[in-house]
């Protein structure tokens, strides 16, 4: 009974350490971090439940209207496309667990990028 008590302690310390190391991983250094992280948590399973055509469809979406010159996405539609990518590149380092580092990388890349780096981006467009 003693050793039951332990490891069922033993297992909710680790899932709580872990569970604060990855909420970590998407803090972001330009103050969107919150943003970041509900939408994360609001579209992970959607966009990991995605196949290849439905990502495919999303990547192309996203980067047709980050072109557009007219078009200024919201901070919101931002974080949205940018984080479904994120959630999408991590279930591929489920799958294949040879590039789950690489896998990793990119999904952190995806979590990186800032709303006012595309807002300076939209300014410089001819």
């Given at each position: ?14 899932t ?8 970590q ?18 579209y992970k ?59 990793q ?22």
């Amino acid at each position: 009974m003693k050793k039951i008590i332990q490891l069922a302690f033993i297992t909710v310390l680790m899932t709580c350490s872990s569970s604060a190391a990855f909420g970590q991983a998407i803090a972001a250094k330009d103050g969107d971090g919150q943003i970041k992280e509900a939408l994360y948590k609001k579209y992970k399973r959607e966009a990991q439940g995605y196949d290849k055509k439905e990502f495919d469809a999303l990547f192309f979406e996203f980067f047709q209207k980050q072109k557009e010159q007219k078009l200024v996405l919201s901070k919101e539609e931002f974080y949205t496309y940018t984080v479904k990518i994120a959630a999408y590149s991590e279930k591929l380092g489920m799958l294949y667990k040879d590039q789950k580092a690489e896998a990793q990388k990119t999904k952190q890349e995806w979590l990186d990028k800032s709303y006012t780096e595309y807002l300076q981006s939209k300014k410089q467009q001819p």
